[in-house]
């Protein structure tokens, strides 16, 4: 989570060269030229933590440091905004519940399986998970005996801090329909907690979506959300996101990003699918 400093340090040109291309080799994001200042106003505050005197002395802290790997972490909460609420983006989530859910039920329904696994991948502080979960929930699809696992990753450990509390202010709750609000919270004073129904089918784990590792154990899944997380990405940081959710999607498993999103110039190993509002992208049954 951003948060303005007034360490007085400078960010030089080559400095600020040295640190974004260790921020886009380790997280995928990338920053322009013309976000030196940004990415100044977002890091000087580590400086300050770290009792560090130049940007210099931080890219070899993060270079060299037996604690750079804390670092890193605590790093990631100043470059991401972590901006997201319940329900976003509606007409995707209607594709999601209208269309999406209702084909992976009939297709595990022929093939006899009876697990469900959805991914909400960049999941900030667990309000698209959640969401997913409350889809699920009301789509009333899944019950009897059917085994559904809705993941949160994200490498911000923060803001999996908060989602693994459950509990909202108002800001999270901008699209929200008072039956949703009553139907999943429970009112606790000045927040709102997710009720435990919900919150049983989802489970959050720290990683990096550019790291394979960070997906073990969750293959083959039917259905990865990855929205509004790529546009801060370069062309080849996405690519690599791209292909590890292509590897971890089941056959016929779907994809999607946000509306301002596109795979149209990065790899067409995903088939586009256009409805109403929304695009979203299936991995072919054979491969």
């Not at 976003?88 to 999406?100: G, K, S, T, Y």
Request: charged share 25%; glycine share 6%; proline share 3%.
């Amino acid at each position: 989570m951003f948060r303005p400093t007034d360490h007085t340090a400078e960010l030089s040109e080559e400095e600020f060269r040295l640190l974004r291309d260790l921020i886009h080799e380790r997280f995928g994001l990338y920053f322009e030229d013309s976000q030196r200042a940004s990415m100044r106003a977002r890091l000087a505050g580590r400086l300050q933590s770290l009792d560090l005197a130049s940007f210099e002395d931080y890219h070899h802290y993060l270079r060299f440091s037996p604690q750079r790997h804390d670092e890193f972490s605590h790093m990631v909460s100043h470059l991401t905004n972590n901006e997201t609420y319940f329900f976003r983006e509606l007409p995707q989530l209607q594709v999601f519940a209208d269309h999406v859910l209702r084909q992976l039920k009939d297709r595990k329904g022929r093939e006899g399986y009876r697990s469900l696994r959805i991914l909400s991948a960049g999941c900030s502080t667990g309000e698209e998970a959640l969401t997913l979960a409350m889809v699920v929930y009301d789509s009333a699809q899944f019950f009897w005996n059917w085994d559904v696992q809705i993941t949160g990753l994200d490498v911000d450990d923060a803001a999996l801090e908060k989602a693994r509390r459950g509990a909202y202010h108002q800001n999270s709750f901008r699209a929200l329909d008072p039956t949703l609000m009553e139907r999943h919270f429970v009112k606790q004073g000045g927040v709102a907690q997710v009720k435990d129904g919900v919150r049983r089918a989802v489970s959050f784990r720290q990683g990096n979506l550019l790291e394979p590792t960070s997906f073990a154990g969750l293959a083959p899944l039917d259905v990865i959300f990855c929205r509004n997380v790529l546009i801060y990405f370069s062309d080849s940081a996405t690519l690599r996101a791209v292909r590890q959710f292509h590897e971890v999607l089941g056959p016929g498993g779907y994809l999607f990003l946000g509306h301002a999103e596109s795979l149209s110039r990065v790899t067409d190993i995903f088939t586009p699918i256009r409805f109403q509002g929304a695009m979203v992208y299936q991995k072919s049954e054979t491969r």
